[in-house]
């Protein structure tokens, strides 16, 4: 920060600067050890769970695990700080930056792919089972990982080490800053640019077409039909009223996961701007006043902390926004609890022990149900006979299960 007088003198105050790189350094650590411990627990809640079943379960999977690459090339990065030079060993520098640039370009279209698939399930429903599938999420999934590999490769010459005052320090190789500049900028625009305006459309349409929905939704709990048809009138949507309740179920709970991963998305444009902001300003102004000079290197540390903070804000996000999340993971640590184990096994078995002994003895009869013609007693011993004649051996050599049915009950 610098302090501008009446004569157009500056009193730079470096103190501010130390006191920001060193907040930095603090939250960075913390971010890497919890955003790693968040993502490794997302991956297992997607693909152990029930949510596997789910086509934007393995696009968020693979964003956990991007996630976790580049805060693995952060800490890296971070270690250099404090005299760990693994950044600064050869092999390493190369890859550090590989690394770092192959997983942000992952992050940006990660989130493209699973916005676009969710906005064909909320503007194409009927064609979401054939086009939202587990198999064509993979397909997307490696397309994107194979050509982000590929686009990568010329970063490995963009750094070199260089010995200054006897140490090996990574650093860009001044035969290849030409190169340097346009990856710049081509990255700028592919991991920046294009996935912005993709990911804000779309958004803003799916937006529109949820809050169509929930008001659909909303008339159709009315009780009277002719209400009904007057409120879909309005909404332009004469047929509404005719929907079933089936699939009225069935898009509430497709709402719950747009709404989980519209946050995600959303959250990751305002955590980018800031960063990409500057990079414009840079670009676009070139040299600047000193005044402007001084205050820049702070603006950049707030608008870096706010860009390291999308690789390791997921969990939080799932856990907050998606109501199934929270219940995979609920189960995923009692699955993970020996306790917890137990204590379900227990219930189940108490539960079973109930419900024979309630067909064994049948309901107690109340002074209402006193003269019911219906013998529980005798009804359960008829299902265990049936059972037992069922799994004979004659009944299972039998190729129509159907046919030892129809027998034991007397239908042939």
Same mark, same amino acid.
């Given at each position: 920060?610098?302090?501008?007088?009446?004569?157009?003198?500056?009193?730079?105050?470096?103190?501010?600067?130390?006191?920001?790189?060193?907040?930095?350094?603090?939250?960075?650590?913390?971010?890497?050890?919890?955003?790693? %411990?968040?993502?490794?627990? /997302?991956?297992?809640?997607?693909?152990?769970?029930?949510?596997?079943?789910?086509?934007?379960? *393995?696009?968020?999977?693979?964003?956990?695990?991007?996630?976790?690459?580049? &805060?693995?090339?952060?800490?890296?990065?971070?270690?250099?700080?404090?005299?760990?030079?693994?950044?600064?060993?050869?092999?390493?520098?190369?890859?550090?930056?590989?690394?770092?640039?192959?997983?942000?370009?992952?992050?940006?279209?990660?989130?493209?792919?699973?916005?676009?698939?969710?906005?064909?399930?909320?503007?194409?429903?009927?064609?979401?089972?054939?086009?939202?599938? #587990?198999?064509?999420?993979?397909?997307?999934?490696?397309?994107?990982?194979?050509?982000?590999?590929?686009?990568?490769?010329?970063? *490995?010459?963009?750094?070199?080490?260089?010995?200054?005052?006897?140490?090996?320090?990574?650093?860009?190789?001044?035969? *290849?800053?030409? &190169?340097?500049?346009?990856?710049?900028?081509?990255?700028? #625009?592919?991991?920046?640019?294009?996935?912005?305006?993709?990911?804000?459309?779309?958004?803003?349409?799916?937006?529109?077409?949820?809050?169509?929905?929930?008001?659909?939704?909303? #008339?159709?709990?009315?009780?009277?039909?002719?209400?009904?048809?007057?409120?879909?009138?309005?909404?332009?949507?004469?047929?509404?009223?005719?929907?079933?309740?089936?699939?009225?179920?069935? /898009?509430?709970?497709?709402?719950?996961?747009?709404?989980?991963?519209?946050?995600?998305?959303?959250?990751?444009?305002?955590?980018?701007?800031?960063?990409?902001?500057?990079?414009?300003?840079?670009?676009?102004?070139?040299?600047?006043?000193?005044?402007?000079?001084?205050?820049?290197? %702070?603006?950049?540390?707030?608008?870096?902390?706010?860009?390291?903070?999308?690789?390791?804000?997921?969990?939080?996000?799932?856990?907050?926004?998606?109501?199934?999340?929270?219940?995979?993971?609920?189960?995923?640590?009692?699955?993970?609890?020996?306790?917890?184990?137990?204590?379900?096994?227990?219930?189940?078995?108490?539960?079973?022990?109930?419900?024979?002994?309630?067909?064994? %003895?049948?309901?107690?009869?109340?002074?209402?149900?006193?003269?019911?013609?219906?013998?529980?007693?005798?009804?359960?011993?008829?299902?265990?006979?049936?059972?037992?004649?069922?799994?004979?051996?004659?009944?299972?050599?039998?190729?129509?299960?159907?046919?030892?049915?129809?027998?034991?009950?007397?239908?042939?």
């Amino acid at each position: 920060m610098s302090v501008t007088n009446g004569t157009n003198e500056t009193d730079p105050d470096p103190g501010w600067r130390y006191i920001v790189e060193g907040i930095e350094m603090c939250y960075s650590l913390i971010l890497i050890v919890l955003g790693t %411990i968040g993502n490794c627990i /997302s991956v297992l809640a997607f693909f152990t769970t029930k949510l596997r079943k789910l086509s934007s379960s *393995f696009y968020l999977a693979a964003l956990a695990i991007s996630d976790t690459g580049f &805060l693995v090339a952060l800490f890296i990065s971070w270690l250099n700080s404090f005299g760990v030079p693994l950044f600064n060993v050869s092999g390493l520098c190369e890859m550090n930056l590989y690394l770092t640039y192959v997983c942000s370009f992952l992050s940006a279209w990660l989130v493209v792919a699973f916005t676009v698939e969710r906005f064909i399930a909320v503007r194409y429903p009927l064609r979401r089972p054939s086009m939202c599938t #587990v198999a064509r999420a993979k397909v997307v999934l490696a397309s994107l990982t194979l050509l982000a590999l590929i686009l990568n490769v010329p970063n *490995f010459w963009l750094t070199q080490i260089e010995i200054r005052d006897n140490k090996p320090i990574c650093s860009l190789n001044p035969k *290849f800053t030409v &190169l340097a500049t346009v990856i710049n900028h081509v990255d700028f #625009v592919v991991t920046f640019i294009l996935p912005f305006f993709v990911i804000a459309t779309l958004n803003a349409w799916i937006s529109l077409m949820v809050w169509q929905l929930a008001r659909i939704r909303r #008339v159709l709990t009315l009780t009277g039909p002719r209400e009904r048809n007057i409120h879909c009138r309005r909404l332009h949507q004469p047929h509404c009223a005719a929907i079933p309740q089936q699939s009225l179920r069935s /898009s509430a709970s497709q709402t719950k996961v747009t709404k989980m991963l519209l946050v995600v998305s959303t959250v990751f444009l305002c955590l980018n701007l800031p960063s990409y902001v500057l990079r414009v300003r840079v670009y676009v102004q070139g040299s600047e006043s000193k005044s402007q000079e001084e205050n820049l290197p %702070i603006l950049q540390h707030v608008a870096h902390v706010l860009f390291i903070t999308n690789f390791g804000i997921n969990f939080v996000l799932y856990c907050v926004s998606g109501q199934n999340f929270r219940r995979a993971f609920c189960s995923l640590c009692c699955s993970c609890c020996p306790c917890s184990r137990q204590r379900a096994d227990s219930t189940q078995l108490t539960g079973v022990r109930r419900q024979g002994l309630a067909l064994s %003895i049948g309901p107690q009869k109340s002074p209402e149900t006193e003269t019911s013609s219906i013998d529980w007693a005798q009804l359960s011993r008829f299902y265990l006979k049936t059972e037992t004649e069922y799994k004979s051996p004659k009944r299972c050599a039998l190729k129509d299960p159907m046919i030892g049915t129809r027998s034991i009950i007397g239908l042939n």
